[in-house]
C-alpha cells in the first residue's frame, strides 16, 4: 500500500524535478475519503515531460536508484523509494484505448497532501474514466464508489458526472449505462 507520506515524498521529488502530471486513478477515491493508505499505486496523466519519451523517465529513475518499467500501454511506470517505501507511480498518455479528456485535465483541483500541492481530478471525472475502460475490476470499483456515496462516505454530483460523460462523444451511452448499473446515476 502507498501511504499519504510516501505519496507526497515521492510527489515532491517529481515536482522538483520539473515533472507535471495530474492523479487521476484510484487515489482520487482513498485522498477523497481520508484514507491512510492511498491503494496499490498511483496514477497520474503524465503532462511534462510526455509518457512517450521515455529518456527522461529512465534518468530520473537512474538518478534515485528507482526501476522503470512499463505501464499495460507501453508508458513508464517508475517504482519509486522514499524512506523505505516503494511507491509504484503509472504516466499515462492518450495512446490506445486510454483516453482522458483534455477539459478533465483543464479543470483538475489542486489538492494539498502533507504539505504538497498536487493535480488531480475531480472525483466525478474519476468515475467516469471508470465507465469509459470497462474493464471487470473497473465495473466492481465502480460498484464500491457507489456504496460509498449511499453510505454518505462520499459524495458525488451526478450533474457533473452527466456532464463529465458526454466528454467521450459517441461513448456517452454506454458510460452512462455502466454507471447506472453500478449505481452512481
Not at 524535478?17 to 492523479?23: A, K
Not at 537512474?62 to 499495460?72: I, K, L, M, R, S
Amino acid at each position: 500500500m502507498v501511504s499519504r507520506r510516501g505519496f507526497s515524498g515521492v510527489v515532491r521529488l517529481l515536482l522538483d524535478r520539473g515533472f507535471r502530471f495530474t492523479v487521476i486513478g484510484g487515489t482520487v477515491v482513498e485522498l477523497a475519503l481520508g484514507s491512510k493508505d492511498l491503494g496499490e499505486d498511483v496514477d497520474v496523466f503524465g503532462e511534462e515531460p510526455s509518457p512517450l519519451f521515455e529518456d527522461e523517465y529512465r534518468l530520473l529513475a537512474e538518478e534515485f536508484g528507482w526501476v522503470v518499467g512499463q505501464t499495460w500501454i507501453g508508458t513508464p511506470r517508475v517504482v519509486a523509494r522514499f524512506e523505505g517505501e516503494e511507491v509504484p507511480v503509472e504516466f499515462y498518455d492518450n495512446l490506445h484505448d486510454f483516453y482522458v479528456p483534455p477539459e478533465m485535465l483543464e479543470r483538475a483541483e489542486r489538492v494539498r497532501v502533507d504539505g504538497v500541492r498536487v493535480r488531480m481530478v475531480r472525483l466525478e471525472d474519476h468515475v467516469v474514466l471508470k465507465a469509459h475502460a470497462g474493464r471487470g475490476v473497473d465495473l466492481e470499483r465502480l460498484k464500491e464508489i457507489a456504496r460509498l456515496v449511499k453510505r454518505g462516505k462520499l459524495s458525488i454530483d451526478k450533474r457533473a458526472v452527466l456532464e463529465a460523460a458526454s466528454l467521450f462523444g459517441d461513448e456517452e451511452r454506454v458510460i452512462v449505462r455502466r454507471l447506472r448499473e453500478a449505481g452512481l446515476l
